[in-house]
T-cell receptor
Framework: SQKIEQNSEALNIQEGKTATLTCNYT??????LQWYRQDPGRGPVFLLL?????KEKRKERLKVTFDTTLKQSLFHITASQPADSATYLC?????????????FGKGTMLLVSP | KAGVTQTPRYLIKTRGQQVTLSCSPI?????VSWYQQTPGQGLQFLFE???????NKGNFPGRFSGRQFSNSRSEMNVSTLELGDSALYLC?????????????FGEGSRLTVL
């Protein structure tokens, strides 16, 4: 079965720096890879989606890369702010058997200090 | 446009009891998925419904069941509760076809089993 690993449980950085979060997967490549943000006690909120034939996607201060050779996605937040502090989840869309079910990583908790 | 609504937000049950959780998807969304989130396992897929039919199921025991109604509202039920069922149960809706893959999550139902 597909396994997803996010590089660390927690990441501490200073305000203004670029945060880089890693998502690695095993086995076959997904059709899509998505990133979500989750605040404590809340449901995840969709941030970005990247398709298997795309190398990079940007949205404001966010950038996602997708390397199907390395089986890895990198999620960058540039000019990070304390308000970016949250848990970030990587999710794969396997398109298995015609269905679309997301498989989530356990997340990386990002803490941005002033 | 109203988001995904889950009820109840919090509940406490004792071992052996059963529980029913409710989810109202975004208007127009006919597909609903359920996920269980625990600190140790992260987000785990439970089931996915489309037009009142379960079209995918995760690796959970038969004590976990669900259904979807003609208005796309969904319920999940857990019978004979165990301590390990304590978790945040998240419902997500998405547009038919799922070409974009984005899930819209509710705030979740926090279940505590004593």
């Amino acid at each position: 079965s597909q396994k997803i690993e996010q590089n660390s449980e927690a990441l501490n950085i200073q305000e203004g720096k670029t945060a880089t979060l890693t998502c690695n997967y095993t086995n076959y490549s997904p059709a899509y890879l998505q990133w979500y943000r989750q605040d404590p006690g809340r449901g995840p909120v969709f941030l970005l989606l990247i398709r298997e034939n795309e190398k990079e996607k940007r949205k404001e201060r966010l950038k996602v890369t997708f390397d199907t050779t390395l089986k890895q996605s990198l999620f960058h937040i540039t000019a990070s702010q304390p308000a970016d502090s949250a848990t970030y989840l990587c999710a794969l869309d396997m398109r298995d058997s015609g269905y679309s079910t997301l498989t989530f990583g356990k997340g990386t908790m990002l803490l941005v200090s002033p | 446009k109203a988001g995904v609504t889950q009820t109840p937000r919090y509940l406490i049950k004792t071992r052996g009891q059963q529980v029913t959780l409710s989810c109202s998807p975004i208007s127009g969304h006919r597909s609903v998925s359920w996920y269980q989130q625990t600190p140790g396992q992260g987000l785990q897929f439970l089931f996915e419904y489309f037009s009142e039919t379960q079209r995918n199921k995760g690796n959970f025991p038969g004590r976990f069941s669900g259904r979807q109604f003609s208005n796309s509202r969904s319920e999940m039920n857990v019978s004979t509760l165990e301590l390990g069922d304590s978790a945040l149960y998240l419902c997500a809706s998405f547009s038919t076809g799922r070409n974009t893959g984005e899930l819209f999550f509710g705030e979740g139902s926090r279940l505590t089993v004593l």
